[in-house]
């Protein structure tokens, strides 16, 4: 979905058991399908010190098209950069980010990837992994209003009260023999969420 919550494009995903291969026998060095959280704010901060526009992709298949009939090994391709000027490129499991402080080398490798790979052009980049990306002249805004939204929906929070403190410091916490369990389920999704809200930290505005 988009930031506005209309569906852009349905997917399905096919996990396979992959975990078998021995280090040294069957592969020398692995990859993360995933950028950090972090990588992907600097790249962010690098195009706004760049001053070029960020470019989205989707990969139709995160993995290779085709049936295939024997082994394969894929290893990192190297960077395409000329002298004069550069091409950042993020992947994210099959979303792949891009900006180039030439606009032909964004073209470029826009058509060299949809060539080469089942992958459609998303335009600008305004939505990625629940950040809310705004592209302006003076700089880069980013937020995650949407993404708070659905939590709070999600775990029925919407007509809840705020308070800077939610209770009683002083409170002394006993058991509850009497009261009922915790659905574990439940609770450790709203932590895995909130973790993943305070970790990404928007909110903020990357200015020239």
């Known amino acids: ?16 058991k992959g975990y078998c291969q021995e280090e040294g026998i069957d592969f020398d060095e692995t990859f993360a399908p995933v950028a950090r959280l972090e990588a992907i704010r600097m790249f962010l901060a690098n195009a706004v010190h760049k001053n070029f526009i960020v470019y989205q992709m989707d990969v139709k298949s995160a993995f290779l098209n085709g049936l295939l009939e024997e082994e394969v090994y894929v290893e ?32 470029k490798f826009s058509n060299l990837m949809q060539n080469k790979f089942e992958m459609s052009m998303m335009g600008e980049l305004t939505f990625f992994l629940g950040l809310q990306v705004k592209q302006l002249k003076d700089g ?28 009683n410091t002083s409170v002394k916490m006993d058991m509850d023999a009497d009261g009922k369990p915790v659905d574990q389920t439940r609770y450790k999704a709203l932590i895995g969420s909130l973790l993943y809200l305070t970790n990404s930290k928007c909110g903020h505005h990357l200015s020239l």
């Open 140 to 167: 880069t805004f980013i937020s995650q209003t949407k993404y708070t939204r659905d939590l709070m929906k999600k775990f029925g929070m919407e007509e809840k009260s705020f308070v800077k403190i939610p209770m």
């Open 76 to 107: 990192q391709p190297p960077g395409i950069q000329d002298s004069k000027s550069i091409l950042l490129v993020q992947i994210y499991v099959e979303d792949i980010i891009f900006g180039s402080t030439n606009k032909e080398l964004c073209d």
């Open 1 to 16: 979905m988009n930031e506005e919550g209309s569906v852009v494009r349905n997917k399905a995903r096919l996990v396979a």
